[in-house]
């Protein structure tokens, strides 16, 4: 039996308390006077970073720097990295390293769609699934597998996709089903398909706007409650909720409660915020991901979650405390309920996977995302 | 006679030199081999980061954490910070706190409204200017008497903003002459009127949007032409320019270039951001802020003005490295136009005013922004 006492610490920012850990499991009350103390100094305690919105086989992390060379439509993002992607060096290793980095600022659970296409075969699957091996009980890793290249407009990846199950990936993704893949019922369809007969669940990349979006929402959400995987179904930046009325996004809102269907945001510069507040109250579970962290579809990401929930908070106008405090809340345990995350928390039960901050408040850790950090991985100290 | 040597930098991220300084300022070749060796280590060298919209005085940096008390309106945060800016503490220390922040990230310029109204009186004017004297030769500071409280419906403002100017501010502010103040003709016939009287010039605060903005837009520039201050006058935020038409919005881009007539941003979080490519094209001098830093208003702000030139890549959709190394530009040479700064550059009779950032590329400065800098001021390291 190993125990851990973590001193002085204020879970979210609230009273200064311990926290008992045995066997990388809290629990309530201190149960050896040998245990292994950490001082915690009056930081903030928050449960690990969930980012619930990854593509780490892209990163370049780690490797040099080289400048942006796609154009500015999505085809061209896309042929760029076909391109290039082989330049960049074995998946095992950048993938390594920006894991080390998610670890040394305390994002300890990652969903990453990882690309699946006929020319990749299974090879960033199998990159990303070693890359996490390698770091098994210090980070989780979900792997969605992702037709990036196109499903129907790219023979082959449907079966790839299946394979990509058998071979450890737990999702299957999607990409614009009208507006890149062209046939969205059948996308939807295939996609839905191959998830029923592997029983796993879906994450599926919508960023078509407006009334072309809001229209295979109502469609996704068909399907999930047909095939009865309500909770399973996840939608990644739904672009769509924030540009259609009021009235049609009350609609949307209700469909994906009545489905249980999760969404993730990134973040979008340019594209309105998903309605948090709105979502929040309907119970709509919300998750919040880094997305790329430098690669060829863009130079931008530090690899810390708390640095997407600070542009969270800003992009969406807030200003009060408890408002900056949810983006907070979405970047850990709204990720974890996206994920479906056994055990996640700092309750006695949890597995002790957490971080330590010094900020005065939530909302400094938020703004001021201090990086000298102490994680706790399984109740041991990995950073 | 003090020299210095900086040995292997890459000014903008170009190729490797060495960068000669004598008594502050830089020269063409080394002129003694005693000179002092800052080592460079192949970091990139950018002049001062310029904060061209600042509002030091409202800083509470360098004091406890507190939470937002004002409500969503702006009626209410200015009420909010006059019922409230009492508790803060000194000017002087608190602005000190900031600007030492300030140099640490290799911010060497500040342009800072400073609010003048009958209640406060000169108090911030006179405790900004102090403790930027107390930081002579390592960062400079240009207050713009700033009509917080309104002008025309706060009365006694006009003449204190005038006192203002003898007691050492630079500029003449204005806000919002329709949206805010009331009476847009009077409100900017009075501010022209000081600003002449004191041969001084202006720096608008102009959030109104759509043709309202655009008509005050309007407004200005006829002031600026007929009382001869063409080169003189700054518009602040002018959300005006990116929230109307494209064929309005090139009308009014033709009248800021003819009057010469800067602009500010401060990247906001949910209006559209200017126009920065076409502002380019036409000359339009425009600098980026921080706005306020942990204040009364927000509890955002880092001090850094990279991380403001990230936000500004992001929200504009960036990925091009020309794109993003605009924003690096604008965060030092376009602040440095827009204030008028002379000798402001790394070429020969510069001031030596420069910082040093390890990174790779102009483009990972601003998207990874590393804190570990030396900053050099008027040929002293300063950090």
């Known amino acids: 039996m190993t125990s851990l ?16 850990v045995v066997d990388g499991v809290f629990v309530a009350t201190a149960s050896s006077p040998d245990a292994e103390v950490v001082p915690g100094g009056g930081r903030i305690a928050l449960p690990g970073l969930v980012d619930a919105h990854a593509h780490l086989d892209k990163t370049s992390w780690g490797t040099p720097y080289r400048p942006h060379s796609a154009g500015p439509s999505l ?3 896309i042929d760029n990295e076909r391109a290039h992607r082989g330049d960049l060096g074995p998946v095992r290793e950048r993938v390594g390293a920006l894991l080390d980095r998610h670890i040394d600022r305390g994002v300890l659970h990652v969903r990453s769609h990882v690309d699946v296409d006929p020319q990749i075969g299974l090879d960033s699957v199998t990159g990303v699934l070693a890359a996490a091996a390698e770091r098994a009980g210090r980070v989780t890793v979900e792997v969605v597998a992702f037709p990036q290249s196109g499903l129907l407009t790219r023979a082959g990846t449907a079966e790839l996709m299946a394979d990509a199950i058998d071979a450890g990936a737990q999702l299957i ?74 009235v049609r996004q009350g609609a949307l809102i209700e469909l994906l409660a009545a489905a249980d269907i999760a969404l993730t945001t990134t973040v979008p510069g340019t594209t309105p915020q998903l309605p948090l507040a709105r979502l929040a109250a309907a119970g709509v579970r919300v998750g919040l991901g880094h997305d790329g962290v430098r690669d060829l579809w863009s130079p931008y990401g530090t690899g810390d979650l708390l640095d997407k929930a600070l542009a969270l908070a800003v992009a969406s106008g807030y200003r009060q405390d ?47 995302r201090p990086v000298d950090r102490t994680v706790i991985a399984g109740g041991t100290v990995v950073r």
Do not use: M
């Open 5 to 20: 006492r973590i001193t002085d610490v204020r879970p979210w920012g609230g009273p200064a308390t311990d926290l008992h």
């Open 322 to 368: 408890d408002d900056i405090e949810r983006t907070a809340r979405i970047a850990t345990e709204g990720g974890a309920r996206v994920l479906g995350l056994p055990d996640y928390g700092l309750e006695p039960g949890c597995r002790a996977n957490l971080l330590l901050i010094p900020a005065e408040s939530l909302v400094e850790a938020v703004t001021q």
């Open 75 to 77: 085809a061209s993002l």
């Open 173 to 246: 993704g999607g990409l614009d089903p009208a507006g890149f893949d062209g046939d969205p019922i059948r996308h939807l369809d295939t996609i839905f398909g191959i998830a029923a007969d592997k029983h796993v669940g879906l994450d599926i990349h919508l960023h078509d706007r407006g009334t072309l979006g809001a229209w295979q929402i109502e469609r996704i959400a068909e399907r999930t409650e047909a095939l009865g995987v309500r909770g399973k179904v996840t939608i990644a930046h739904c672009y769509a909720l924030s540009t259609v009325d009021d």
